[in-house]
């Protein structure tokens, strides 16, 4: 079975930074665009990022655009997130997610998902 697990959330202040990284198994990594989404309390689950497989970046929603940099290490099977200058309204569970083909701002188009991980940004 694939899998994708996030690490790397936690508890930061506004205006703070979190690396998260997404370490993939029992798939070709390197084959796989990948992907960021989140999901704030009471809202609906929205692209973040996205990068190609040979690691350049493609996308970044507009909200965390010049913030976010989304990177990956194909050596090592695992996709990164960088977060800058964190807000409150960044707060959200944060998933990765695979896809065998481009990469996409819709998250239909992931063939594989992590757990997610809790980032939670204080004010």
């Known amino acids: 079975q694939v899998q994708l697990v996030e690490s790397g959330g936690g508890l930061v202040q506004a205006g703070g930074s979190l690396r998260l990284s997404c370490s993939a198994s029992r798939l070709t990594f390197s084959q796989y665009a990948m992907g960021w989404f989140r999901q704030a309390p009471g809202k609906e689950r929205e692209f973040v990022a996205d990068?190609?497989?040979?690691?350049?970046?493609?996308n970044y929603a507009d909200s965390v655009k010049g913030r976010f940099t989304i990177s990956r290490d194909n050596a090592k099977n695992t996709v990164y997130l960088q977060m800058n200058s964190l807000k409150p309204e960044d707060t959200a569970v944060y998933f990765c997610?695979?896809?065998?083909?481009?990469?996409?701002?819709?998250?239909?188009?992931?063939?594989?998902w992590g757990q997610g991980t809790q980032v939670t940004v204080s004010s």
């Open positions: 997610a695979a896809n065998r083909h481009i990469p996409s701002r819709i998250e239909s188009a992931y063939d594989y």
């Open positions: 990068i190609t497989r040979s690691g350049l970046p493609a």
